[in-house]
């Protein structure tokens, strides 16, 4: 079972990136995914999750309404989209799986993919 987060880089304000999150061993139809990210210093925070029975989306306040969550369950991956970066977004990024398809308890993680917004 594993998670590969990619997609992350280096963006100007106001750019755009979008995350991938891919699995293998294992078929995400079934499993919440989450989208986590952890600045220097700081402690981790949920940015988004999605869930397994109807794809319904949850974000951080911090992120509404620039971050949209989607799932593409015939490739097996999540995405992230981030449109008008902020320099506060810089953070590694990190996509879990919750078995229960909730998105409360994350049992599997990726390696997590940096994302730095230059101002």
């Known amino acids: 079972v594993q998670l590969q987060a990619s997609g992350g880089g280096l963006v100007q304000t106001g750019g755009s990136l979008r995350l991938s999150c891919a699995a293998s061993?294992?078929?995400?139809?079934?499993?919440?995914i989450g989208w986590f990210r952890q600045a220097p210093g700081k402690e981790r925070e949920g940015v988004s999750s999605?869930?397994?029975?109807?794809?319904?989306?949850l974000y951080a306040e911090s992120v509404k309404g620039r971050f949209t969550i989607s799932r593409d369950n015939a490739k097996n991956t999540v995405y992230l989209q981030m449109n008008r970066l902020k320099p506060e977004d810089t953070a590694v990024y990190y996509c879990?799986?919750?078995?229960?398809?909730?998105?409360?308890?994350?049992?599997?993680w990726g390696q997590g993919t940096q994302v730095t917004v230059s101002s």
């Open positions: 061993g294992f078929t995400l139809d079934y499993y919440a």
């Open positions: 999605i869930s397994s029975s109807d794809g319904s989306a």
């Open positions: 879990a799986a919750d078995p229960s398809g909730v998105g409360e308890v994350y049992e599997y």
